[in-house]
């Protein structure tokens, strides 16, 4: 009788929990499916009815996307800065991470410290020095946002760390006694050892970087230059006055579909990427 | 003293050289440079730079206590700390009950996930075609419902502007707090929840002696994390509102983010980054001492 009765509660629970979440779930999936639709309207038609299905199939409104709004163009730029950057950043982290996990040196753990330090000082005041630096620098190009990525103390450097750390030095001694250098050791064995935590980091930074606005959206200005993520929000000030909603809904839809392709596909990948790579304090 | 140069040492040369230098360019050199800019001020016209002592500092504290653009913006800075830690609990309430395996468990983690995967420019477009005033999704189903009278112009409202902008964070955010999370879940070994079944423990109890113990340093990161992010918060309200209707959603970082660039005051936004990375320093070492109270299990 009991038991029953904590089973029907069970049961309550778990429908409520279920509503719960497919309603927050819908409200991330919806307003995206509510854009697709109307990107295919024309925008009289928008704007009498926000609900409707649309009366014809307005693909044209992602070709004026694409060649008018320079959608194409932005992807492009987006592909190579995203790769450039992930490895730059990736690898500046990783020989740092190597040498501080694998070999003692006086300040060695000063340098792991500023790394933790970084975290833990918010630094908003330096984005002035900042932009007068990079203007002197002549840097409000792609190479100042690629600089920008290719750090290497910090975050990143912690994850590949803890990775570096669980490696046994037996795999170097071996290396180093059939004669191979630091510099080999470190690419050809420790880097392939690290396979887990490398490619937790270049997920990551290309995550990251792809969608990374700010640093882009002050260093590029010339419009050529624009990154996918500049580039859709330029075109939504343009938008809020020419009031053109659906081409803009299909400028985003082309922004959005690769990585959502790709996300679909890798998405186990992707999250366990996630989760392995262990935030510690 | 005599350096001998050994291989060795020159390997972690080369490996350090060009990080150790990005981080005295673009860590140390910046921050020794914002503490000289705030005692500096430049000529608006003529770009001269002329050194005014502690003027920058007595303006800043002066409309931090009378103008209403920076009241505003401490308030709702100081208000993303509890919204941030609101977002935490939910993300650990979430990744707690996905971890039990509930139907569509893995569709929910990979809808939740899905804003953070996208450009922060996109969700904040897509959340914001929602609450349009005419156009929106929101105003239209009360249109639907029949709820007119709880139409709103949701982010050109001072009632309800900053209140979007939190739901916005908390709405787009629990998806990366839930998995970083669940890999905190993850690496609890399931031997510990098996005996605690065994004696029959509350979800409760469970809670509070396996899940809390074993996954704090995560969860304290975060909490830590959540805490200095509120200093440094903007973009979620620079692309939303503009920090309007009337500064009502701005915050500390949009202002001086301001400053520089639509005024060219580098002098006064130095002086506020210095007093406010002071009063962030504080509170994060200050919740970071709390969070260490706690007692932790390393498994």
């Not at chain 1, 950057?85 to 990736?90: C, D, L, R």
């Not at chain 1, 299909?250 to 392709?261: D, E, G, R, S």
């Not at chain 2, 003027?55 to 700390?81: C, E, H, P, Q, R």
Request: with cysteine; charged share 10%.
């Amino acid at each position: 009788m009991i038991k029953e009765r904590r089973s029907i509660g069970n049961k309550v629970w778990m429908i409520v929990l279920q509503i719960l979440f497919m309603g927050y779930a819908l409200s991330l999936i919806y307003p995206f499916i509510w854009m697709f639709i109307n990107s295919l309207k024309s925008n009289a038609e928008f704007f009498q009815d926000i609900w409707s299905l649309p009366e014809n199939w307005l693909w044209g409104n992602y070709v004026e996307a694409w060649s008018a709004a320079h959608i194409g163009k932005y992807f492009f730029n987006s592909v190579w800065m995203t790769a450039i950057g992930t490895f730059t950043s990736v690898m500046f982290a990783a020989m740092p991470a190597y040498v501080l996990a694998k070999y003692k040196f006086k300040g060695s753990s000063i340098i792991y410290g500023l790394a933790i330090i970084g975290f833990l000082i918010p630094t908003i005041g330096t984005f002035g020095p900042w932009y007068l630096l990079m203007q002197n620098l002549n840097l409000f190009n792609p190479l100042g946002v690629m600089l920008g990525y290719a750090g290497g103390i910090g975050f990143n450097m912690i994850i590949l760390y803890s990775f570096f750390k669980g490696i046994s030095w037996e795999y170097a001694e071996a290396a180093f006694m059939d004669g191979a250098g630091h510099f080999r050791v470190f690419a050809q064995i420790m880097m392939p050892l690290a396979r887990g935590g490398v490619v937790a980091v270049c997920t990551f930074a290309v995550i990251g970087i792809w969608n990374d606005y700010f640093q882009p959206f002050i260093l590029l200005q010339n419009s050529s230059q624009y990154t996918i993520a500049v580039g859709l929000a330029n075109l939504v000030e343009i938008q809020k006055y020419s009031a053109d909603y659906t081409v803009l809904f299909a400028a985003m839809w082309i922004a959005v579909l690769p990585v959502l392709v790709m996300y679909l596909i890798l998405q186990e990948k992707l999250i366990s990427g996630f989760t392995m790579g262990g935030i510690k304090g | 003293m005599k350096f001998k140069v050994t291989k060795r040492g020159l390997f972690i040369t080369v490996m350090l050289a060009w990080p150790l230098i990005h981080y005295l360019v673009f860590g140390l050199f910046l921050q020794i440079q914002t503490l000289l800019y705030s005692f500096k001020n430049w000529n608006p016209y003529t770009g001269k730079q002329t050194w005014v002592g502690f003027d920058n500092y007595i303006s800043a504290f002066k409309s931090m206590a009378n103008d209403g653009v920076w009241t505003s913006a401490i308030k709702n800075s100081l208000l993303f700390i509890p919204i941030n830690m609101l977002s935490i609990i939910l993300s650990l309430l979430v990744a707690l009950v996905l971890y039990r395996k509930i139907p569509f468990a893995r569709f929910y983690r990979i809808v939740y996930f899905f804003p953070s995967i996208i450009s922060i420019v996109v969700v904040t477009m897509v959340f914001s075609f929602a609450l349009n005033p005419t156009q929106g999704i929101v105003n239209g189903m009360f249109d639907l419902l029949g709820l007119e009278e709880w139409k709103r112009a949701w982010l050109g409202d001072t009632q309800t502007a900053l209140i979007s902008v939190f739901v916005f964070c908390i709405w787009a955010g629990i998806g990366w707090n839930n998995v970083i999370l669940t890999g905190a879940l993850q690496r609890i070994p399931t031997d510990y929840f098996e005996v605690g079944k065994l004696d029959g423990i509350t979800f409760w109890n469970e809670f509070r002696y396996i899940v809390l113990p074993i996954s704090w340093s995560t969860i304290s990161t975060l909490i830590i994390l959540g805490t200095s992010g509120a200093f440094t918060i903007f973009l979620q309200p620079m692309l939303l509102t503009n920090g309007g209707p009337f500064n009502s959603s701005t915050t500390v970082a949009l202002e001086m983010y301001r400053l520089v660039v639509e005024k060219n005051s580098y002098g006064l936004a130095a002086a506020y980054g210095m007093i406010f990375a002071l009063i962030g320093f504080v509170v994060v070492w200050t919740v970071k001492w709390l969070t260490e109270r706690f007692e932790t299990v390393e498994i």
